[in-house]
């Protein structure tokens, strides 16, 4: 056997054709690489038309039917609350009361109504001691309390019993519907002339003397206090419970037998708020209050 020789023609054939073959897979590999380069730096770039799903038009009708809401359980819940307008309660007009007349030892010497029936206001007089009222209020010295005022009587509930107390000087009748009807007109006119009468005594103290008048009355050449009647208009002398006739003996603490009593407290009436009048009525003293 010949030795193996890398001289020999044939190994130097082999080795010159290896390197072309070399070459050409490396330019190929080259090739490829520069290719999937190119695709990786130009993919990002690429718009892709994505196609939305949409449901068919049997399938959109069936879940339609199927899956509606019913929101009308929803709506009549009232979650908030029902809307309800306000309504205004009718103001009840009060009523004269077929109530018999009391045996209380007491006398109405005044009323004061009003078109508010709480806010009306009786002058009773109990033992010679005269007090002002309101409605739901009981009168000192007895059980009965005061329910209703109207212009010539009050009714009093006297442990349980609904009676009639006439105002002084009237006799005690059954009340008419005639009655009831014309008391809210005449309580609100009445009303009305007490503003205007607090009005002008408040501007001018000294008016007064123009709805109380004073008269002297002597006896043996002596004063023995000054005779009341009502004035140029009476509702002031009615509301304080005043009676035509009745004699004023003290007026703020002050003894109007004396003769310059009088003078003293005409003088000071401006700096006066209000008049407390002792008056003799029927051979009973009554205290009047009267607020300037």
Known sequence: MKPFSFSSPSLQKLITNQAILSTWVTVILLLSAAWVAGKLIWF??????????????????????????????????????????????????????DAPKSRLNVVLVGVVTSSESNKSLAVVAKSGKQATYGVNEVIAGT?????????????????????TVMLEGIKYSKPTQQQAKSAPATSLNTKEKLEQ?????TTDPKQIFQYVRMSQMKQDGEVVGYRLSAGKSRELFDAVGLKNGDVATHLNGQDLRNA???????NRLSELTELNLTVERNGQPYDIYIEL
Do not use: C
């Open 260 to 266: 310059a009593a009088m003078g003293e407290i005409f």
């Open 197 to 201: 009468i607090r009005t002008d005594i």
């Open 44 to 97: 990002p770039y690429q718009q892709v038309d994505i196609v939305s799903w949409q449901p068919s038009a049997s399938t959109i009708a069936a879940g339609t039917q199927q899956d509606r809401l019913d929101l009308s359980t929803l709506q009549n819940s009232h979650l908030f609350g029902r809307y309800q307008a306000d309504v205004v309660a009718p103001v009840a007009k009060p009523k004269l009361e």
């Open 143 to 163: 059980q009965a309390k005061l329910i209703q005022v109207q212009s010539d009587r009050i009714i009093v509930d006297n442990s349980g019993r609904n009676e």
